[in-house]
C-alpha cells in the first residue's frame, strides 16, 4: 500500500494556493455530517444561503441543506434540469431572478450541488450577482471532483460555444464526498478516469505508478483508492492553477493535454456521441502517438498510457471517426496561433511541453493511428 | 486664472492606479483625429475591435470607428436603443451572440461609445465574453465623463433592481471627448454638474472655489472650464476607487455622498420623474442639513452648497416628494447596518465622513428641510 494512504486516516484536505483567494479541497467519505462545520470553517457567519443543484442529486442536495439549516442559516434551494442545456443565458438569468427574488444580497453565499455543468452555471451566477458574491462547490461527478470544480474557471455557453462566457471566480470551498459516486452511473465515472489519468502523464510520474497498480480497484471505486486518486489529481490542478491563475502565462495549458484531439473528435462526432473523458482518453493517445512521431518520447509513453486507460475501461481508439473533418477543426482551436498547430505532448511520463508548429501531416498520421 | 489650467494646453491625462490594471484617462476637446494613436498606444496592436455604442450617438460612433480603421484593424459596430432597459440580461446576451457570429476572440477588444447605460453594459459583455477581454470606455454624457466610465464598475439590471448582476472589470483607457457634449440636452448636462460638485464637497475643497467661481461658464459649457471640471472630478474619483478598488475597505462609500437620499427620492417618484443627478442634488442637500442638525458641521456648508447648486440650475429642494415612503426604501439601502441608518456627511466642504446609528427623527426632520 502507498505510504501516504498508510497515514491518510481517509479524510484530508488540498489547498489550492493563491493568495487571498486561497481555499481548501476537502475530500472524504461520508463526511455530510461534518459540512456545517466546515462551511463554518471556511465562511464564517452566513445568514442566507442558496443552494442550487442538479436535479438528479436531488437527495444530496436536501442532505446539506439539512446540514446547513441546523446551524439556523436560512437555505433557499434551486433545481436545475440536468445537462449541458442549462449552461445558457437564460437558465443564468433565472437563476439570478430568483436569487433577487429570495432577498439574496452581497453576504449571501451560493453552494452549487452537481456535476461539472452545475458548477460552472453556479459559479457564474455568484461572479456576477451584486458583482460577485462568495460560493461553495460540492461536486458529485468525478470530473467535477477532479478537474471543474477546482480552479475558479466559471462559465456558460453560446449556441454553438462552450465556455464562451464567464468569469475567472474561486470558490471558498470545494467539498467531495465520494459517496456521491454510488448513483453515478458508469460511464459517467469511467469517462472522469480520464482526468485522473491525464494528471498523471502531464504532471506526477509516482502518481502514474500508483494508478497502474490499482486501477482495477478504481474501476470499482474502492473508496480509499478513489479518494487517494482524487486527491493526486486536485493536487496536480491545484498546482498548475497556482501558477496561473488566469491563464496569462501559458503554464495552464499543459491541463489541454489530449483536448485539442478531443476537441475535434467530439465537434466532428456530433456533441454528445462520446462523453468528454471518453474523446480525452482517444485524445491522448494521439497526442502521444504524435509525441513519438516527433521524436519528443519513446514508445514506452505511449505503451503505459495505453494500459491504463484500457484498464480504466476507456476507449483507446474511435474507428468511427471524421479525420477529413477533424483537422480543420483543429486549426480554429485556442492552441493554434498565427496558423500554426501547436500541442501539449508528453517527454516522459510525467511531464509534458508546448509543441509549436506542427506539420499537419504528422497530425493526421496520430489521428489515423487510432481510428 | 487657476493656475494649473493655465499650464494646461488643453489636453490632459489623469492616470487611474490600480497596480497592473492601471490605466489612463485621456481628457480633451474636437481630439477625434488622435483617438488611433491614443488607442493603439494602451492597447498595442488590436486586430478586431467590436464597437457597441447608443443608438443616439452613432455619429459620434462612426467617426471613431473610421479612426480604427485607419489603422487597418476590423471594426465591427452594434447600435443599442438608448435608454436604461437596455441594460438587460436579454441585451447583454444578444451582444454576446453578436461578438461571437462577428467572430471575436479573447484578442478582441470592446469599444463602448455612449452614456452610462452603455458603458455599464458593454463593459460587463467585455468583463464576461471569454471570461474577460479588454475594452475602451468612450463617454458622450457629462454622466458618464465624470462617474460611470471610471473605476471598473459594470452591470446590467434585474427587473426592479438596478445594477444587480456585473463585475469588476477596468477599462485600458478612458477617452473623453468634449466635444461629445454639443448634442447632449440641457436637462442630461446640467444633471451630470451635480456629481462634478459632489466631488468638492467630498474631496476637494479647492476645486470647490473654483467652481464657485466658474460656475455660469460650466453652465454655458465653456470648454476649458468643462475639461477641468472633469479632469478634477476624475482625479477625485481615481483617488477613491485607488483606494477601494473592489468597495472592500469602504472608502469608496464617500461616492455615494447623498445618494441615500437620492436613491429613496427616485424610487418614491418613480424612477424617470427626476434625472439621477437631479435627486442627487437634492439629495446633497438633505444630507448637509442632516450634518449640521447632528453637529457634524456648520451652516456655512449648507449655504455654499445651495449657492453652487442653484448656480448649475439643479433643483435643491423636491416639493412632491412621499417623506412617509421615503423612509422604509432608506432602511432597505445597502448602508443600513444591522437595521441602523449610516450616512456620508460633510464635516467642512472638502471632508466627509461615514456616520452610524443616526436617529430616524432626524433624517425625517432634514428631509423635510428641502421639500
Ligand atoms: N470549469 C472547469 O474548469 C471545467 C473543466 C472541465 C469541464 N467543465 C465543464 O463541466 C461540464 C461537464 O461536467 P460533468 O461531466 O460533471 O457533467 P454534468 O454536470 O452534466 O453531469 C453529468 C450527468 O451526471 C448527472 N449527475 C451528476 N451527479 C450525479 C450523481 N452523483 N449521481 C447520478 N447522476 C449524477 C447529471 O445530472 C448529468 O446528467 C461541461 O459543461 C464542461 O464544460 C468545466
Ligand atoms: N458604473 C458606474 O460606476 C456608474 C456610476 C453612475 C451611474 N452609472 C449608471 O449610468 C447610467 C446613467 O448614465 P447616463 O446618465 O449617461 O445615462 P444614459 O447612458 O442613458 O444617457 C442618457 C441619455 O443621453 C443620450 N445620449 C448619450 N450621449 C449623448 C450625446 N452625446 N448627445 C445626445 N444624447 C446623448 C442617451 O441616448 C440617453 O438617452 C445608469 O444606468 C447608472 O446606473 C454607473
Ligand atoms: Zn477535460
Ligand atoms: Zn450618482
Redesign the pocket.
Known amino acids: 500500500m502507498n505510504s501516504e494512504l498508510a497515514s491518510d486516516p481517509g479524510e484530508s484536505t488540498v489547498s489550492v494556493d493563491l493568495g487571498d483567494r486561497s481555499y481548501p479541497i476537502h475530500i472524504a467519505t461520508g463526511a455530510t455530517g461534518r459540512f456545517a462545520a466546515a462551511f463554518a470553517r471556511s465562511l464564517g457567519d452566513v445568514s442566507h444561503v442558496l443552494l442550487i443543484y ?1 436535479a ?2 436531488e437527495p444530496w442536495a436536501e442532505a446539506l441543506a439539512a446540514q446547513i439549516r441546523v446551524e439556523s442559516t436560512r437555505v433557499d434551494a434551486a433545481a436545475v434540469p ?3 442545456p442549462s ?1 445558457s443565458i437564460a437558465q443564468f438569468g433565472q437563476l439570478l431572478d430568483w436569487m433577487l427574488d429570495r432577498g439574496a444580497d452581497r453576504r449571501s453565499v451560493v453552494v452549487a450541488v ?7 452555471l453556479a459559479g457564474f451566477v455568484a461572479a456576477s450577482f451584486a458583482r460577485g458574491i462568495r460560493f461553495v462547490q460540492v461536486p ?2 468525478l ?2 471532483m477532479v ?2 470544480s477546482v ?1 475558479g ?2 462559465g456558460i455557453n453560446l449556441s454553438g460555444a ?2 464562451m462566457v464567464g468569469a475567472f471566480w474561486q470558490p471558498e470551498l470545494v467539498w467531495i464526498d465520494t459517496l ?1 459516486m454510488k ?3 458508469d460511464r ?1 465515472y469511467l469517462s472522469g478516469l480520464a482526468e485522473v489519468v491525464k494528471y498523471g502523464v502531464i504532471d506526477d510520474a509516482v502518481f502514474f505508478d500508483y494508478l497502474e497498480s490499482n486501477a482495477k480497484a478504481l474501476v470499482e471505486r474502492d473508496p480509499e483508492v478513489l479518494r487517494y486518486a482524487i486527491r493526486q489529481s486536485c493536487l496536480a490542478k491545484a498546482r498548475v492553477v497556482g501558477e496561473d491563475e488566469r491563464e496569462t502565462s501559458g503554464r495552464r495549458a499543459i491541463l489541454n493535454y489530449g483536448h485539442t484531439f478531443a476537441h475535434a473528435i467530439e465537434a466532428t462526432a456530433g456533441y454528445g456521441t462520446l462523453l ?1 473523458g471518453e474523446a480525452v482518453s482517444i485524445g491522448m493517445q494521439m497526442a502521444a502517438s504524435l509525441a513519438i512521431r516527433l521524436g519528443r518520447c519513446d514508445a514506452g509513453v505511449l505503451e503505459r498510457q495505453t494500459e491504463v486507460l484500457q484498464a480504466c475501461r476507456l476507449p483507446i481508439t474511435f474507428p468511427e471517426a471524421d479525420v477529413a473533418a477533424m483537422l480543420p477543426v483543429m486549426m480554429r482551436d485556442k492552441k493554434v496561433a498565427h496558423g500554426k498547430l501547436r500541442f501539449i505532448l508528453p517527454t516522459k511520463i510525467g511531464h509534458v511541453e508546448l509543441v509549436g508548429d506542427v506539420d499537419p501531416a504528422e497530425v493526421e498520421t496520430a489521428i489515423r493511428a487510432h481510428c
Open positions: 442538479d438528479a442529486v440536468s445537462g449541458e449552461k452537481g456535476g461539472g455543468v452545475i458548477g460552472d458529485t461527478t470530473l467535477a478537474d471543474s480552479g474557471k466559471t462552450k465556455n456521491a448513483t453515478l452511473p459517467s468528454h
